[in-house]
């Protein structure tokens, strides 16, 4: 079970760049879930990656050894939830449709993965830990700086871009 959960059932698997394909996956199936009018299952689903997470990798690297093989990819299913979350909520709150407005996913996936490639400040120290707590910590820190980058270009454009072209 822990290697199904590690792997996102098999998600993981998937090449080249697994956790680029983790993080597609868990976009499409959050834009699925919020379309289906489910919005909350994505911060749901963030703590439940984020717990199962937790509970699956030790065990995972317990059994296949290695500091972070790339097969595990929940980790960046719950920090990509976590990035979603920053931009799906207020579009869910405020009753806008998500496909309207792309970018609301678009720029946290595009962002998420930034900051788990580039590993800046807080990501690469989580992942320099090199046990299970910094595979799961450097994508959830990843995801946090995702999101906040994702709000803050989001009031770039709605505060000052879009009122200055009228």
Same mark, same amino acid.
């Given at each position: ?10 998600? @993981?698997? %998937? ?35 984020? %717990? ?12 296949? @050894? ?17 990035? %979603? ?82």
């Amino acid at each position: 079970m822990s290697g199904l959960v590690a792997t996102f059932f098999g998600a @993981g698997h %998937l090449r080249p760049a697994s956790g680029t394909w983790a993080s597609a996956i868990t976009v499409a199936l959050a834009v699925a879930a919020y379309q289906a009018g489910w919005a909350l299952a994505v911060p749901a689903g963030f703590v439940l990656a984020t %717990l199962a997470g937790f509970w699956a990798v030790p065990r995972y690297l317990a059994r296949a @050894g290695g500091e972070d093989p790339s097969e595990v990819v929940i980790d960046e299913v719950a920090g990509q939830l976590l990035a %979603l979350c920053f931009t799906i909520i207020p579009l869910w709150r405020h009753g806008v449709d998500l496909l309207a407005a792309w970018p609301g996913w678009v720029a946290p996936f595009l962002l998420f993965r930034l900051f788990d490639i580039w590993k800046p400040w807080l990501v690469g120290r989580a992942d320099r830990r090199g046990d299970a707590t910094g595979v799961m910590l450097d994508d959830l820190w990843a995801g946090l700086f995702a999101g906040v980058a994702a709000m803050g270009l989001a009031g770039l454009y709605h505060g000052v871009v879009e009122p200055w072209l009228g």
